[in-house]
């Protein structure tokens, strides 16, 4: 029956589309009028530039978007029901690494600053032969952009690396939230997906090779491909009535791996009871030595410096000799000139901020004449510069304390460092955090002193002061999304979690575009 | 030439066309294996029961597809693969031999005055365990049945409770619900919506909107059939955004599990072999044809009338309950099918006749997609 019915209608259909659809075109080749889901915005299935846009026009340039012009089209204007709407062609000249820009404009004649824009980079250009290339434009000025899908499953507390082709990887994170004990206990994913930033889509589940983690590090490598390590695979949370967020030392992973671009695969790479710590600090060296510091591991705090230099497939990981001078856990490091610099994430009244000896790791306290408390966990920490970075936000790390507002900047460029204080909008702690293309900071979303979860983006300028972006709004679940910035200077936001009555929470697969 | 190529395709696509279902089942549903739990001390038929319930309640999930093998075949398959117990390597080769993403095992020993119910569930394309959970029991069935449901939610994670299905006359029209944009027609949301009333939209752009309240109780499944009116008047190409909703209250807003919920679900009533309740929302025969010229563009609102505990509307509304049979016997899934035959043809044709034609020497050709 079933057979039938299908054979049956397949035929009809394809009867129907070969006499009524097509026709001989005044060219001599075939003429098919398709016509295209009408939509507002491009962000939908549908595909196509958004209903808004009224004229666009390509560019083509060598290497980057400062290149040399290869070529373009003229400015396209178009109705609602153009074709050119969907795709356009291009012929270009025979060329490796093309970058191709597209500028849309809601009014006709391509004039003024484009409202929407896409871009596509590394584009190569074979004499003969035709590609697709698939962009996706999203309206700029600190605009929130969807995508055109959700992610799998959603998640809290995964990580977003951006890869060398433009693509995002999120790895692991939280899932699953159970109520249990007047706790949310959290499980750790077990797979990740890359977004694609022309077709503003993810791939389907890629499963981690060494297990499910969250509150891990992912660390982009030299050569591209992405190194996880660490985490756990449970998780309790609680910002009902105090702001817990409590990594299961029972369930720390042991094992790292690698993810490879090119295959789109992970693989382990290592195991050592070393890096079995989560929420640790982490920075990536340029020689591709990985450094663990602190983390929550059997103890609460861990002052073990973990460094893991690349062998060949297998990195040996192993505990430093000297270390940190503090005990911490959710402290945040970045590498600067001068070493790496570890904030937050240890007791209340002890010094918060140490600086790694790049070659021995060595640590040593850095002294500040600041009367913002940097002992604080669910911060941000962002390298401004190769001697400059922002801590923003955070809860002091002691018995019912709440998110603050502070910003630190802190320049290792003279001897004393140098101090930078601000204030946020409003309060922060488990943002978002992501430095834009014009030396501004976007934070965005993040638990405040009500313990709420905040809707808002601010964006501060360092050693100026901080705005909150009236026009973009994030859903309430915003604490704990991954960020990461794409190539056109475009922020992403992913996944989040969000708190609901009754003490329960809820997690977002949600992924937003922040185009400057 | 173009026409050879149309032709080229229109025998391609049937075939690319039969091998979609497998490659949708890749990227969909994940495989499990659930046999029915070893043990040394219960006989056979409290086994075969106990299996069955855990079968019955993973069958909830849309996202696993539940398989079984007998168990004189997976004591087979141990012999062979020389397990000894239930090792993670064993499983994982057996799950391999039966062609499963995952493996629920599950075994109830014996402990002094109590009984120990241990699950394994394992990551058969990894190859590794993902969890093992213990969960105490009594003797009796309904201790054993709960602590294979406490050991399943310690292992996935939340019980799936309420099952949301909405179809309409169109495919791909937006749902809402309570104001929250949940997807697309055809629609299966399977999530704890929270007891009580909700409001389920469905909206499409060549359509008037149509609008529901439904009442949803814990463990039960509702299916919403709704038939759109076209609109009244052809509607121009301007560029006019889909009907939004009114901003309504938040979806899920209690999607974890209480632990004093985690008991084990009430047994089934005889007639029906599974405690989820269905509510069939549908249209009444003969009301598919077009509306009269003049529409009553107002929001529609429904009475209801009780059948056997479940609110039902009266003849002559658009949202009605009615019995539902096999899938392709439903209305839906032949336009869903229409649809995709056109857009794969069409997007073939399209594909077929631009491919390298006319590009000047020296030059490649680059099409942008949006």
Redesign the interface.
């Known amino acids: 029956m079933l057979p039938r019915h299908f054979i049956c209608l397949l035929v009809i259909v394809a009867g129907l589309v070969v006499l009524s659809g097509c026709g001989p075109a005044p060219s001599g080749g075939l003429a098919l009028e398709v016509r295209f889901a009408q939509m507002e915005q491009a962000q939908t299935d549908a595909g196509g530039l958004p209903l808004g846009v009224h004229s666009y026009i390509v560019q083509a340039r060598t290497g980057g978007l400062d290149g040399n012009l290869v070529g373009g089209t003229d400015c396209i204007g178009i109705d609602a029901v153009d074709k050119k709407r969907m795709s356009v062609k291009l012929d270009l000249p025979a060329h490796q690494g093309v970058s191709l820009v597209v500028s849309a404009y809601g009014g006709a004649g391509c004039s003024g600053s484009p409202d929407w824009q896409g871009l596509a980079y590394n584009v190569v250009i074979q004499a003969g032969r035709q590609i697709r290339v698939p962009i996706y434009v999203t309206r700029r000025g600190m605009q929130l952009n969807p995508t055109r899908a959700h992610f799998s499953e959603p998640r809290v507390f995964a990580t977003a690396t951006a890869l060398d082709d433009g693509r995002v990887l999120l790895a692991g994170g939280f899932e699953n939230p159970i109520l249990q004990g007047g706790l949310i206990r959290l499980q750790a994913s077990c797979d990740a997906v890359i977004y694609d930033p022309g077709t503003a889509r993810f791939s389907s589940p890629i499963p981690l090779a060494a297990g499910c983690r969250g509150l891990h590090r992912a660390l982009k490598l030299s050569d591209g491909r992405v190194l996880v390590v660490g985490g756990t695979r449970r998780v309790m949370v609680d910002f009902n009535n105090t702001v817990t967020v409590r990594p299961s030392g029972d369930h720390l992973v042991t094992t790292a791996e690698i993810f490879d671009p090119g295959t789109n695969q992970f693989s382990p790479v290592g195991s050592s009871a070393d890096i079995g710590r989560a929420d640790a600090a982490a920075v990536a060296m340029i020689d591709d030595k990985v450094v663990l510091i602190g983390g929550r591991t059997v103890s609460l705090k861990s002052d073990t410096i973990v460094a893991g230099p690349l062998g060949g497939d297998t990195w040996n990981f192993s505990a430093m000799g000297t270390p940190l001078l503090t005990p911490r856990s959710g402290a945040r490091a970045t590498r600067l000139t001068a070493g790496i610099l570890v904030v937050g994430g240890n007791v209340s009244g002890t010094d918060p901020v140490e600086l790694l000896d790049p070659v021995s790791l060595t640590s040593a306290i850095v002294s500040l004449s600041t009367t913002a408390s940097l002992s604080v966990f669910g911060h941000s920490l962002t390298q401004l510069s190769g001697i400059e970075a922002l801590i923003v936000g955070g809860v002091p790390d002691e018995a019912g304390a709440l998110p603050g507002n502070g910003a630190v900047s802190i320049s290792l460029g003279g001897n004393p460092p140098t101090v930078w204080e601000g204030t946020l909008q409003h309060p922060r702690a488990f943002h978002a955090a992501s430095l834009l293309e014009d030396g501004r900071v976007l934070l965005a979303g993040g638990l405040d002193d009500t313990l709420s979860a905040r809707k808002d983006l601010e964006v501060l300028v360092p050693g100026g002061s901080s705005q909150v972006l009236t026009e973009a709004t994030l859903g309430t679940e915003s604490i704990g999304m991954a960020a990461a910035r794409l190539p056109d200077g475009s922020v992403l936001l992913a996944g989040g979690l969000g708190l609901e009555t009754g003490g329960t929470v809820k997690l977002s697969s949600t992924v937003l575009l922040l185009s400057p | 030439m173009?026409?050879w190529k149309?032709l080229l395709g229109?025998v391609v696509?049937?075939f690319l066309?039969a091998g979609w279902p497998a490659a949708g089942q890749e990227?969909g549903s994940k495989k499990i294996l659930v046999l029915n739990p070893e043990s040394r001390v219960l006989n056979p038929n409290k086994l075969r029961n106990l299996g069955k319930h855990l079968r019955f309640l993973i069958r909830r999930y849309p996202s696993l597809e539940v398989l079984e093998i007998p168990s004189l075949q997976f004591k087979v398959m141990k012999r062979k693969a020389k397990c000894r117990g239930s090792e993670t390597e064993c499983l994982v080769s057996i799950g391999r031999q039966v062609g499963v993403n995952r493996f629920l095992h599950s075994e109830v020993q014996k402990l002094p005055g109590r009984y120990l119910v241990v699950m394994k569930l394992v990551?058969v394309?990894?190859g590794?365990l993902?969890?093992t959970s213990r969960q105490r029991a009594r003797r009796r069935i309904g201790s054993l049945r709960g602590a294979l449901l406490k050991g399943w939610?310690d292992l996935?994670?939340?019980l799936i409770r309420s099952q949301l299905q909405v179809s309409a006359n169109v495919v791909?029209a937006d749902v809402f619900l309570d104001g929250r944009n949940i997807g697309k027609t055809p629609l299966i949301l399977t999530k704890d919506l929270g007891k009580g009333t909700h409001i389920i939209e469905v909206t499409h752009?060549d359509c008037l909107p149509a609008r529901q309240e439904i009442q949803i109780a814990k463990g039960r499944k509702l299916k919403v059939s709704v038939m759109l009116e076209e609109k009244p008047t052809e509607v121009a190409?301007?560029?006019?955004?889909?009907p939004a909703p009114a901003e309504g209250k938040?979806i899920?807003?209690?999607?974890?599990?209480?632990?004093a919920e985690l008991l084990p679900p009430p047994p089934p009533s005889p007639p029906s072999p599974t405690p989820v309740v269905e509510e069939k929302v549908e249209t009444p025969p003969g009301s598919k044809s077009l509306p009269s010229k003049q529409p009553d563009p107002r929001p529609f609102l429904p009475s209801f009338e009780t059948i056997g505990g479940v609110e039902k509307k009266k003849p002559g509304e658009k949202l009605r309950i009615s019995e539902s049979g096999p899938i392709?016997k439903q209305w839906w899934f032949?336009t869903a099918?229409?649809v995709v035959?056109?857009g794969g043809?069409?997007g073939l044709?399209?594909g077929l006749?631009?491919?390298?034609?006319g590009?000047?020497?020296?030059?490649?050709?680059?099409?942008?997609?949006?």
């Open positions: 173009g026409k149309v229109l696509f049937p066309l990227t990551d394309d990894v590794r993902i969890e939610v996935f994670g939340s791909g752009l190409v301007a560029p006019q955004p889909p938040k899920g807003g209690k999607e974890e599990q209480d632990p392709y032949w099918v229409g035959v056109v043809v069409t044709v399209v006749t631009d491919e390298d034609e590009i000047p020497a020296g030059r490649g050709r680059v099409v942008i997609e949006f």
